[in-house]
């Protein structure tokens, strides 16, 4: 279907940024939403920040302000850039994808979602 390959991940110190990157692959697909989530040790997944094939973000409130998302529609890509890092935003983080993806076999289009391998990012004190 489609494969997510994040990268940028890495270790920073508090005040620092970091600029994350998830590429799309695969054949005959489109994108509808592009987000990235993280986990921290211990911790459930949680939502980070969205971006809509339009345009249109959306960010966690702890996140609002420091992180901006952005997208390459020809490239197929996200960006999540990162200032302003604290060490609470130290986490795996993770891209997911939701849209189309054409059925060669069946000859129809299906909906598909997924997700990175994920990145990590160390924030120090």
């Known amino acids: 279907q489609v494969l997510l390959v994040e990268s940028g991940g890495g270790y920073v110190q508090a005040g620092g940024s970091l600029r994350l990157s998830c590429a799309a692959s695969?054949?005959?697909?489109?994108?509808?939403?592009m987000g990235w989530y993280r986990q921290a040790p211990g911790k459930q997944r949680e939502w980070v920040a969205h971006?809509?094939?339009?345009?249109?973000?959306n960010y966690a409130d702890s996140v609002k302000g420091r992180f901006t998302i952005s997208r390459d529609n020809a490239k197929n890509t996200v960006y999540l850039q990162m200032n302003s890092l604290k060490p609470e935003d130290t986490a795996v983080y993770y891209c997911?994808?939701?849209?189309?993806?054409?059925?060669?076999?069946?000859?129809?289009?299906?909906?598909?979602?997924?997700w990175g391998q994920g990145t990590q990012v160390t924030v120090s004190s």
């Open positions: 695969g054949s005959r697909f489109t994108i509808n939403l």
């Open positions: 971006i809509i094939s339009g345009g249109s973000t």
């Open positions: 997911n994808a939701d849209g189309q993806y054409y059925d060669q076999v069946n000859l129809r289009s299906r909906p598909f979602g997924s």
